[in-house]
């Protein structure tokens, strides 16, 4: 893994730590869908706090692939590359 | 995993909801009395929960037209608008519309639901780009994921997050269909539109709006948002359903593009089903009527809803940012929703209670709807009703 993909990945939990419940631990392989309720208009607002920290718009059609943090993390790395 | 697991969670998890009588979900009425009063569970009961924003769904001129329509052509059209069932009624509201709206095109649809539908799926492809409030209806988020286009949501009337969001696309703004309502159902209130139409003028993005429940709300004549801003033409298309202020069932687009007209060969929503029944149409033709002569009726729905607000905001309700006829009350949890609809329907008063995801913020929501034919007798009732149950709706740490 690169540099680069670690430090989304930091970013994306620091994130993540916010909504999770007190304590718990995330991870690359942390499943958004269990964890978050990935459909939850919850999560949703969330991804636009983390759009802003990258500077990005994810499409909500690239969602249903996003099922661990680490998905998430490559698709906030593909995005990025694509700018 | 089976077919019907998904089930099995879902009545896990909504059994307590789904045994409370009368039913909050689909709740059967026996008889309708009049636009504000119907039969619920025996009782007559008042109708703080309709879109019947006008009042015409007794109007005797749309009585009267539906009645004529079926006697002369039948009680439904038996096809599609694309094969048989393109009947003169439904060409001529598509012209009364376009004309209402100052528009050179217009079509018609079956539902407000297949309006946006169709209307976004027929505009939108794979290539282009949807720019949607987070708050639209789900008609609009189904319209989109037909489209196939790429969906992205920006922050709920937000005109910063929208400006960014169009700046992010770049070179792509030009097939951006940029998305927003006239009055977001759920908390009542409406869109920036003037600053909104001047960002998406500025990216040469496209615009659709939903006057769903701005239709015959909103405007000198009732156009709804567009008119109160002052933008009818600067807003491409514009969507909106027969089924609330018009009291009837259908939708429509209109726009001054003449894609628009060409849609309807691309648009399965509208290909694919059945058209209006005549007696829809007529009754929505003599409804349009009503509608642009009708100030009295939207002074009388305004001052409703300016008292109804005004009381409940006094006593400590949590209620949507701006006064409408849409007037929602967030509860922080279920029982406590619960508690207020149930006190409410036993004081002899039907409103729609609604739950997260539907409902934003994580919140349920008591929702009022309120109508031009309200009597302020009716407004008063639910004024001191609300009055007396504000204890049930405070915040739990009180």
Redesign the interface.
């Known amino acids: 893994m690169t540099d680069n993909y670690e430090n989304t990945l930091q970013r994306i939990c620091k994130h993540l730590e916010r909504i999770a419940d007190p304590g718990a631990i995330i991870r690359a392989d942390t499943n958004l869908v269990d964890e978050f309720a990935l459909d939850s208009v919850k999560i949703l607002d969330l991804i636009m706090e983390i759009e802003d920290e990258f500077d990005i718009s994810i499409p909500l059609n690239l969602m249903a692939d996003v099922q661990l943090v680490s998905d998430l993390a490559r698709m906030i790395e593909r995005i990025e590359s694509e700018k | 995993m089976n077919l019907f697991d998904k089930f099995t969670t879902f009545i896990a998890d909504k059994e307590p909801l789904l045994a409370i009588k009368p039913e909050i979900f689909g709740t059967p009425i026996e008889k309708m009395y009049s636009p504000t009063e119907a039969s619920i569970g025996g009782r007559r009961i008042l109708l703080a929960g309709t879109n019947n924003y006008l009042g015409l769904t007794f109007a005797p001129e749309c009585l009267a037209a539906a009645h004529q329509a079926i006697d002369e052509e039948g009680t439904g059209t038996t096809g599609s608008r694309m094969a048989n069932g393109n009947y003169t009624g439904h060409r001529e509201l598509e012209r009364e519309f376009a004309e209402f709206y100052g528009c050179k095109h217009a079509v018609v649809f079956s539902t407000g639901y297949q309006a946006n539908l169709g209307t976004i799926s027929g505009l939108a492809g794979a290539a282009d780009v949807l720019l949607i409030d987070?708050h639209c209806h789900a008609s609009i988020y189904d319209g989109?994921?037909l489209s196939g286009a790429?969906?992205?949501?920006f922050?709920h009337n937000d005109t910063t997050?929208l400006e960014?969001?169009l700046r992010?696309?770049g070179d792509r703004t030009g097939s951006t269909l940029v998305i927003v309502e006239g009055i977001y159902s759920m908390l009542g209130d409406q869109a920036p539109l003037s600053a909104m139409v001047e960002v998406k003028k500025s990216y040469g993005a496209y615009m659709l709006i939903d006057e769903a429940h701005s239709l015959g709300v909103l405007g000198k004549t009732g156009q709804g948002l567009v008119e109160a801003a002052g933008v009818t033409n600067n807003v491409d298309f514009i969507t909106g359903t027969f089924s609330k202020s018009l009291g009837s069932i259908g939708g429509y687009c209109v726009s001054n593009h003449r894609e628009l007209d060409i849609m309807r060969y691309l648009s399965r929503p509208y290909i694919f089903t059945a058209s209006p029944s005549p007696s829809n149409i007529a009754s929505a033709r003599a409804a349009l009527r009503l509608l642009k002569d009708g100030e009295h009726l939207r002074k009388r729905l305004w001052e409703n809803a300016n008292r109804l607000y005004s009381c409940m905001q006094e006593q400590g309700y949590r209620l949507g940012p701006q006064v409408g006829p849409v007037i929602s009350a967030q509860l922080e949890t279920t029982e406590q929703a619960l508690a207020l609809w149930t006190a409410l329907i036993e004081r002899g008063i039907y409103v729609n209670l609604i739950f997260?995801?539907a409902a934003?913020?994580?919140k349920p929501l008591v929702r009022c709807s309120l109508s031009a034919a309200h009597t302020p007798e009716q407004i008063e009732y639910l004024c001191s009703t609300f009055t007396d149950l504000a204890s049930l709706a405070r915040p739990l740490s009180q």
């Open positions: 987070a989109c994921r790429e969906i992205i949501r922050r997050d960014k969001r992010r696309l997260p995801p934003p913020h994580d």
